[in-house]
Antibody
Framework: EVQLVESGGGLVQPGWSLRLSCTAS????????MHWVRQVPGRGLEWVSS????????AYADSVKGRFTISRDNARNSLYLRMNSLAAEDTALYYC??????????????WGLGTLVTVSS | ESVLTQSPGTLSLFPGERATLSCRAS???????LAWYQQKPGQAPRLLIY???NRATGISDRFSGSGSGTDFTLTISRLEPEDFAVYYC??????????FGQGTRLEIE
């Protein structure tokens, strides 16, 4: 059974940094591209970042470009999101999602339950 | 960037009725690379449809997707109580960026 478990969220002050992790099980991580998608509670879904199976290709939403860094460690079955210079508008539930493809961005057939990031002074 | 606009924002129907949800793109979606997701309160989104019309594994045949180019539809025939949720469309034809519609809330009348 495919499982994605996010961790690392919490309450931080504006300007601080945070690193989210996603631990994958039930499938071979390096066979798939992976993504981060966020959702402000009560609002819609927003794509944040994507990474290909071998980290050769990455992509970011304009809203996080230059501040967030996506990475992965296939040997550790893990996906990461380093978030710097956090602002109130980054407050959201962050989901880890599995693509159906290896190197291109397609759609998400499995999602984690999310980890909540709250940016507030 | 392809902007997706979903309508209506909220749809109120009775169980047993048919639901028709729309997703319109600001530009042609290459290869009809459009997916639909269902999200219930407190849960992660669940993939329903990919490639505009292909049902994901384990999805009831009451769910069907159609459309091409810029206009896409998710149809749910014979609504069951568990179908009342928020539905999102997502395009991957011109990614990055991947974009989502703003969602349609399907509520019980």
């Amino acid at each position: 059974e495919v499982q994605l478990v996010e961790s690392g969220g919490g309450l931080v002050q504006p300007g601080w940094s945070l690193r989210l992790s996603c631990t994958a099980s039930g499938f071979t991580l390096d066979d798939y591209a992976m993504h981060w998608v966020r959702q402000v509670p009560g609002r819609g879904l927003e794509w944040v970042s994507s990474i290909s199976w071998n980290s050769g290709s990455v992509a970011y939403a304009d809203s996080v470009k230059g501040r967030f860094t996506i990475s992965r460690d296939n040997a550790r079955n893990s996906l990461y999101l380093r978030m710097n210079s956090l602002a109130a508008e980054d407050t959201a539930l962050y989901y880890c999602a599995k693509d159906i493809a290896r190197s291109s961005w397609r759609y998400f057939d499995h999602w984690g339950l999310g980890t909540l990031v709250t940016v507030s002074s | 960037e392809s902007v997706l606009t979903q309508s209506p924002g909220t749809l109120s129907l009775f169980p047993g009725e048919r639901a028709t949800l729309s997703c319109r793109a600001s530009q042609n979606i290459r290869n009809n690379y459009l997916a639909w997701y269902q999200q219930k309160p407190g849960q992660a989104p669940r993939l329903l449809i990919y490639g505009a019309s292909n049902r994901a594994t384990g999805i009831s045949d009451r769910f069907s997707g159609s459309g091409s180019g810029t206009d896409f539809t998710l149809t749910i025939s014979r609504l069951e109580p568990e179908d009342f949720a928020v539905y999102y469309c997502q395009q991957y034809g011109s990614a990055p960026p991947i974009t989502f519609g703003q969602g349609t809330r399907l509520e019980i009348e």
